[in-house]
Nanobody, 116 residues
Framework: QVHLVESGGGLVQPGGSLRLSCAAS????????MGWYRQAPGKRRELVAT????????NYADSVKGRFTISRDNAKNTVYLQMNSLKPEDTAVYYC?????????WGQGTQVTVSS
């Protein structure tokens, strides 16, 4: 069983920055591919970014390329999402996801609100 806890969400003005963290426990963190997803009110959950188990490969949604950066520290069992140049349309609940063949896990989510 994998337990994921997100933190770092909050209210930020357009153009501002936030860094989300997701701490994992209960497993060997380094064997999991990790990702961030988001869900805005009335919309489907969508992929934001993913990172491979070793950290060597990343993938981003077109809407966040050049603004968001996903990274991980396997020694700390933590994955991060650095979000810069935030826009109102980035407002959503952000979820951490851990995946490997045969299993996947979700965190409880953290709210990000971009508003002036």
């Amino acid at each position: 069983q994998v337990h994921l806890v997100e933190s770092g969400g909050g209210l930020v003005q357009p153009g501002g920055s936030l860094r989300l963290s997701c701490a994992a426990s209960g497993t060997i963190f380094s064997i999991y591919h990790m990702g961030w997803y988001r869900q805005a009110p009335g919309k489907r959950r969508e992929l934001v970014a993913t990172i491979t188990s070793g950290g060597g490969g990343t993938n981003y949604a077109d809407s966040v390329k050049g603004r968001f950066t996903i990274s991980r520290d396997n020694a700390k069992n933590t994955v991060y999402l650095q979000m810069n140049s935030l826009k109102p349309e980035d407002t959503a609940v952000y979820y951490c996801h851990a995946q490997r063949p045969g299993s996947d896990y979700w965190g409880q989510g953290t709210q990000v609100t971009v508003s002036s």
